[in-house]
């Protein structure tokens, strides 16, 4: 697969290599998790063969929200207002729709201030990729509760969190969104592969990624922290994605041992089975799922829910293949002659 | 005296009077969701389509049903479409509000009112026409369901039969209200004719009001400003609408989405060159109209004051990280919810320093219907040439009302982008100045940088764009030094503003030594105040504003008045602030007189500020 | 020369040179997130309690951990507490920055850095003192985990050793941060002690800056305007507190949270008088202390320039439906995100004008530490009295530096709830008033109605507010009359307001033409500024406003001065357009110097634009 | 039971008649749901002998957000912004917790615009009754679609909705609500029953209304029409709620046929059981009536969800039993002695 492909030779398909994939040096604490998911995001996209400027990122206010300056340092991005991102990123898209969108948030940012904005984005199912890594706290205001706080939990300074904590993949699903994936920072595998199926999905596609605050929330018994994920990660599925050219050689698996999901772009994201089978197309399953999870307190891990078929915010619009910002004033005036024609329906 | 039988003797007869022609003006007093607006602008137009000026205003109530709404026609051979105090023909067809109508009437008005209402009439220096509106309609064969509705084409056609309006012309004017559907046509108008021969056979005219065709609409048409707002951005080129409805602005993004279908597809493939999204409020409005003015999209919003109070923290980030978009503000009356059925221009210093920190956004004011539609396309200009958002104010009055206006005119320049790259530009400009292009470097010296856009591929254009400190190469600074030299620059931008901002429109009259200077929809009292005021001998100048930055016509014509009255729609005199703001050393030259109740300014109100302040 | 050894000749000795006694600043340069800032509070504090006048000025980046930080200490027996231009001493424990920091220095200044520092130093005329960090933490026997923390101890001693800081009072410092802890407080001074120790044997000095101890600070406190603000706060009677992290208003709320416990539990019950929500948002924090207003609670928020900026709707509601409530901006530089964690005065034009339609805030500018204790509570008094939102506008040098300021004192007034009914109180007005009571009536003609709170159980009590039109009696209306006189009523708030705000502070000098204006935190600078003038010949009169709206004596000052010099920390001289607006006929008299860069203003800056100005 | 009890003599045990419950007459349209929604606030607060001086009413903005003047006369009320009425509230309940607190709001006031504060009201399970009059449009403005109105919904100027309607029982739910329950404008006899159970719920209760908008939307085949509702509710269950001092007669009720829902204040909420069971204290089980009736657009009603256990928030500050508002100076000023206590801790 890509991977062995391209790794040999030290560029992609693109032709490029991982250093044209790079952003700033990053300014967060070691050790935070935000930092793994930027690199993760590198890794993704160079062996995706995505080329930088075909790329756009998006942020709102936070530590999280800083990331993008530290990967695709040759893609456009906006680093916006708290909580504000999904208006700017879903105006933004309008403007070339060939592009990738990828949209990085923080739990404050998702599911406190922004939570209107983040929910009517899903709703009208923006097609791109949007990771909330979530801590739990405000980092960059120094350690107050966020809305993913756990009930009960208690931090210097702040007390104890009496509320209970909004669920962003919960949250996704009820907003019916067609992609919905939960994972970790502590394993950059599954958050690489779930990166790549994202960026592949035609539509909008939440992962919310706990990423632990090292300096003001890495509690050991808090689901937010690296020991917590370490110790009790819950993966759904072990998942593997493999792009639209290459094709899956089946003896590479045992008989009913996976499941294929084929992405719209004829891409295909595998999930191979563990304990129990679970098949991420069902939304009542999915539902079940999560409440489960939240109710007992698991990390459950993976792809969470996926629906290939809905249509996309931009094809609800019927919009030329060619960039809408490209236009000429040919295009974007309408001719002398209307003008009386206008005139003449005003009466 | 009791109402239902019309009175023969005892009513003053005009017989006597000199008649008044295309001078005065009609008051529809009605309920709102009766469906009378069909009613209404029908007679407005048969009168515009009379060749008579005309211009009619709505009073209605903040609610969708049952409450009191007044349409008010002004006929005016002189052409002035202001606001008058009192009414010289009222059609009562709301028994609530009927003893008010009485009142509001002139000695010689005429009332026109169903003849089963059964209150007293308190006055006999007036005129009235009972009609029997429930008998013709039982005459019409109307289905029931429609009968409420049609009852309002019986007041059109008695009005019609006894103040003398073309039977023929009330017909073009349904033609086009029910786009040729002949049955809506003719249902309609038989009601409106059967009521017409009803009032010529039982009615004795014994007022003064008379209509006569004239050609004084030539070249006119009727519209209203948010139409007008919204086909002025489509020949604007405008490619992104984020919208959330709110009185009085919802019908501007609406007509986007009516004409943008029918204007705005491309020829070969058809598809639509613009997308329009309903958002979920105004910080989503404003969020996505930003975002698609970065990425090179003609973008705008368009709000009242509630939603511009939720853009200031976006328009901010866009002042400052210098975004070009346009946001139409359709002023109603505020603070907060206020009165959102009525007009004022109210939020013009919180629009010009919207959001914290130090900002200053450039403002139009369209002060007609053919401006709406020319401010339409010109803050695409604006706002791309000087990178900022651009604020439009425009008011309910205008907005809402149907006027009758010049026709539109085709724009008469190409579009202006401002400072794009693409990749060859780019490429040029990189060969040009040794490889050296930042976002946000000055480099003709007016303030304004460079921009790419996303989608542009070549490898150095990209950059990060932040409302957080940044360099001129668009690098995230926290040095005082690059703070400083960046916003400063950023204000230049406002002084390069006054080269492209609309100049005012000066008005003077021989001997005058009184300026008055105003904006927007208060116009046309203001120009009616002024031959008011020079028929008593009191000779005005007028300075119309049309847009902030100010430019120097204004400060030389504050200078060239001893005495400058600027008349707004507000409480607190903004223009005046303002002016006092940019022009301190003329300050002592201004007075203000504003006033906000919710309903245009008539000429009268002008007038008499203006020589009680002489007279002081 | 290499780092590493320190040289004994060719440096410049000081032994000729007359020592420098009390009036020097040294800048500590580390790395944020290193736990820097208890060192560099200790210098403080020890210096503080040696009696010594001293600031700190903390200069920190919008992140959590690895970047430049610096913290200067000014040390000025003559008790100037601004902001000076170059560094004395700098201790600089960043290499990142090192160089830069040896720019930065006097000649005849001092270095004291790490000897395992590389990089060459490019000066001759400074004195350096390299410091056995390393191996001075390693003989010490702190765990492995705390030793980059404590590594900071090392240069608090051997600093102290240097100028002569009393030990002992060193010793005060850390028994006060650490709450007494023992174990923490020898694990650190041990350091100090040892490094004071090495420091001894093996440099010897060569600089002239010397310590002594003096009683200057007799009566004072340290204190950071945010904590004192929250305190006040208290004494003010908060009962809630909507807030929304932001930086640097955190702080104050956070504040609330640590004292209210201590300070605000009913001494029966034991339970809590108040009650403090961190909202989702801005706008819910907001929202929420609105609802606490109207409730009857003393009600605040506290937030920064883009929290300020998504209130505006809401503070349009208060001020129209007149509920008392304080908002507590605690300025940074903006637009937009900005430079979150640098000090500005920039939203004062916004704040005042905000919210669509007319409105006026009334806004209080503390200019020092005691008295964002005092305006804490003042707030309270005026919003209630008035019935009208309240802005306090501090900023981020004044919110989160430590201050020498004077005691906090005891109110010296009443809490001043204004007019409000509880059941006995309405019945009283209704027997009086004939039954007459009104929500929104003018009952004494200040414009300040009576305001009843819901639980208040007398059945005549209750009213709906809303932000909609509405009479005197708080009926929905859309009648013009009653918008216009309800609207010209809460005006007249306004100006009843002069007759409650604090007066502005007055200074003259002998023989002063020219007059200097500022507000809030620019005090300290400005008053050094008026010396070094005065010094040069120049003496200068001094008004420092203090309350929004202006009261009588500002416009007399500005009369009594041919030229008024309005210095201000934003970009467009927001304080100088503010007067110009209400005193028009002062604004030829009135010039402005503004900068913002994000740092607190030096009087050098002041003195130069004074100067530069008359010599012109 | 009161009904009954009271209705013989023409006032109730607060010793108030209907006339004391009335409001303002309404300027909505004829036909309205919302008038209706209305009349039966006034005929439940009539019937639990609610003191008119101990409710506070709030609103948003809209057709609905008016109602509040045409009910409860004798209460104060706030009618606040669009979209922002929840935390409007939360603060103005603080003032004298004794009170009781209701608030209406339209579906775009809450699902729309006020999204995100409704959510975050709802997860501090702050106690009052809300009420989203829900239409589909919105109405004030003249019949845009609302963020409720259902996909592919055609409306007269509007066009055709593209997106997902919000759900806002789910939307409840999954914010953790302890109380969560749908009715019809149609069908006054629930809707007064649940708003008395919910006046009686010691945390939020959510009431989602389908109130037919006959203006803007009253299309036959729409969830959000009153011929839909009158051919397609499904309710859950019959639903009586029984005060606290009047004692269930269980001959009243045939074995097993009923289930008691026992309030914090000892009042009952009695279903009577329909065709199949419904425990509404089972969380999972709301979650799956939920998802099933949105993908088969069932308009199911009754009591969705119910946790009488949740502490409110109010119960998570520990405040004196009187009323805040009350409070004077003596106990809101600390005394002068404790001056020099601060002091010294300034250093
Ligand atoms: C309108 C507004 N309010 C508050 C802030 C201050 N602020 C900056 S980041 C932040 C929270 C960040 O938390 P989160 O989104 O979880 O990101 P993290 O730092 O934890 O990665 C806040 C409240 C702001 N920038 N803008
Ligand atoms: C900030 C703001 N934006 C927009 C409006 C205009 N507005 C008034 S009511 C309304 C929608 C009402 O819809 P809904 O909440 O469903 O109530 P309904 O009228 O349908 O009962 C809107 C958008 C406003 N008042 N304030
Ligand atoms: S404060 Fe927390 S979230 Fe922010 S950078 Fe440090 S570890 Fe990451
Ligand atoms: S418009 Fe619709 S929602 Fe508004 S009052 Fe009329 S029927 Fe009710
Ligand atoms: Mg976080
Ligand atoms: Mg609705």
Redesign the pocket.
């Known amino acids: 697969m890509t991977d062995q492909a391209t790794t040999s030779k030290n560029v992609n398909l693109a032709g490029l290599s991982r250093n044209d994939y790079r952003g700033l040096p990053s300014t967060l604490c070691q050790g935070c998790g935000h930092n793994s998911i930027a690199s993760q995001i590198v890794a993704a996209c160079y062996e995706l063969d995505l080329v930088p400027e075909d790329v756009i990122k998006f942020s709102g206010i936070g530590c999280s929200s800083k990331s993008p300056t530290y990967f695709l340092n040759r893609s456009f991005g906006f680093n916006g207002l708290h909580g504000r991102m999904p208006s700017l990123a879903l105006g933004a898209l309008f403007g070339d729709v060939t592009m990738h969108g990828i949209g990085v948030s923080g739990d404050g940012d998702t599911a406190s201030i922004g939570l209107g904005q983040f929910k009517h984005l899903v709703r009208r199912n923006m097609p791109m990729v949007y990771i909330v890594e979530n801590n739990g706290v405000y980092g960059l205001t120094k350690g107050q509760f966020s809305a993913t706080a756990e009930k009960g939990l208690e931090l210097k300074k702040q007390g104890i969190n009496p509320f209970l904590p909004v669920d962003i993949c919960l949250e996704a699903l009820v907003s019916n969104a067609t992609f919905v994936a939960r994972s970790f920072a502590g394993d950059p595998k599954q958050v690489k592969e779930l990166l790549k199926a994202a960026f592949h999905h035609n539509g909008i596609a939440i992962l919310d990624i706990i990423s632990p605050c090292v300096t003001f929330h890495n509690l050991e018994d808090s689901i937010h922290s690296y020991t917590f994920g370490k110790d009790h990660e819950a993966p759904l599925h072990e998942i593997s994605f493999i792009p639209p050219r290459d094709e899956i050689t089946i003896e590479d698996f045992e008989e009913g041992t996976v499941r294929e999901v084929e992405m719209h772009d004829g891409s295909v994201v595998l999930l191979k089975k563990l304990e129990n089978d679970y098949d991420p197309t069902d939304r009542s399953q999915a539902f079940r799922v999560l409440e489960e999870a939240q109710r007992n307190n698991w990390l459950i891990t993976g792809l969470v829910y996926v629906n290939t078929q809905m249509p996309s915010m931009i094809e609800t619009y019927d919009l030329p293949a060619t960039a809408l910002n490209r236009m000429t004033e040919s295009q974007l005036r309408p001719t002398r002659e209307s003008m009386d024609m206008v005139n003449s329906m005003m009466f | 005296m009791a109402l239902g039988q019309q009175p023969t003797t005892d009513q003053p007869s005009s017989s006597d009077q000199t008649p008044i022609i295309n001078d005065f003006c009609i008051t529809f007093s009605t309920i709102n969701g009766s469906g009378s607006a069909t009613a209404n602008t029908t007679v407005l137009r048969a009168l515009f389509r009379m060749g008579i000026p005309v211009s009619g205003k709505n009073i209605f109530p903040s609610n969708i049903q049952g409450l009191p709404t007044w349409y008010t026609i002004r006929v005016s051979k002189d052409g002035y479409l202001g606001r008058v105090e009192q009414d010289d023909i009222v059609v009562a067809m709301n028994p609530a509000t009927f003893t008010r109508e009485i009142q509001n009437l002139k000695p010689g008005g005429v009332l026109l009112h169903p003849d089963d209402f059964r209150s007293e009439i308190t006055r006999d220096d007036i005129i009235t026409y009972p009609m029997p509106v429930k008998k013709l309609i039982k005459e019409s064969d109307t289905p029931t369901n429609l009968r409420d509705y049609v009852a309002n084409m019986v007041y059109v056609g008695v009005l019609a039969q006894m103040i003398g309006i073309d039977l023929d012309k009330i017909y073009m004017a349904l033609d086009f209200h029910f786009k040729g559907k002949k049955k809506a046509i003719d249902s309609n108008y038989n009601i409106i004719t059967a009521a017409a021969d009803w009032a010529k056979t039982n009615l004795t005219k014994t007022d003064v009001y008379r209509l006569e065709p004239m050609n004084a609409t030539e070249g006119m048409i009727m519209a209203d400003g948010n139409t007008a707002g919204a086909l002025g951005s489509i020949y604007g080129g405008v490619q992104f609408a984020g919208w ?4 009085p602005a919802s019908s501007l993004a609406e007509a986007l989405n009516e004409y943008l279908p029918q204007l705005r597809c491309d020829p070969e493939t058809g598809k639509a060159t613009y997308v329009v999204v309903q958002a979920e ?2 910080l989503a409005a404003i969020g996505m109209a930003v975002g698609a003015g970065f990425s090179g999209l003609r973008s705008m919003t368009s709000t009242s004051g ?2 511009l109070s ?1 853009m200031a923290e976006y328009l901010g980030l866009a002042y400052y990280a210098e975004v070009p978009v346009v946001v139409w503000d359709v002023q109603r009356v505020g603070p907060s ?1 206020g009165l ?1 059925t009525r007009t004022a221009q109210g939020d013009i210093l919180f629009g010009h320093f919207i959001s914290h920190g130090d900002t200053n956004l450039p403002i139009l004011f369209p002060g007609s219907v053919e401006e709406c539609f020319e401010f339409g396309w010109r803050a695409f200009d604006l706002a791309e040439r000087l990178q900022t958002p651009v604020l439009v104010m425009s008011d309910l009055d205008l907005g809402m009302n149907q006027w009758m206006t010049k026709r539109f005119e085709y724009p008469d320049t190409h579009l202006d982008r401002g400072k794009i790259l693409w990749e060859e530009d780019l490429q040029k400009m990189l060969d040009e100045r040794a490889g050296d292009y930042g976002r946000y470097l000055d480099v003709d010296g007016d303030g304004i940088p460079y921009r790419t856009l996303p989608g542009n591929r070549h490898p150095k254009s990209a950059y990060f764009a932040r409302g957080t400190g940044h360099d001129e190469y668009g690098r995230y600074s926290e040095e005082p030094g690059v703070w400083e030299r960046v916003f400063t620059r950023i204000d230049k931008k406002y002084k390069t503003a006054r080269k492209y901002v609309p100049r005012p429109i000066v008005n003077n009259m021989e001997g005058a030594s009184i300026g008055i200077i105003a904006a927007g929809s208060a116009d046309p009292a203001v120009e009616e105040a002024r031959d008011l005021l020079a028929a008593e001998g009191i000779p005005t100048d007028y300075l119309r504003i049309r847009a902030v930055p100010f430019t120097d016509e204004i400060k030389e014509f504050i200078d060239r008045h001893e005495c400058n009255f600027v008349i707004e729609l507000n409480r607190d005199g903004q223009i005046k602030k303002l002016l006092t703001l940019y022009h301190p050393e003329q300050a002592p030259r201004l007075r203000y007189a504003a006033k906000m109740d919710g309903l245009p300014l008539t000429a009268h109100w002008i007038q008499s500020q203006i020589k009680c302040n002489e007279e002081k």
Chains 1, 4 share one sequence.
């Open positions: 959330y409805p709110i009185t409020d105004e509630p939603g939720l919810t959102p």
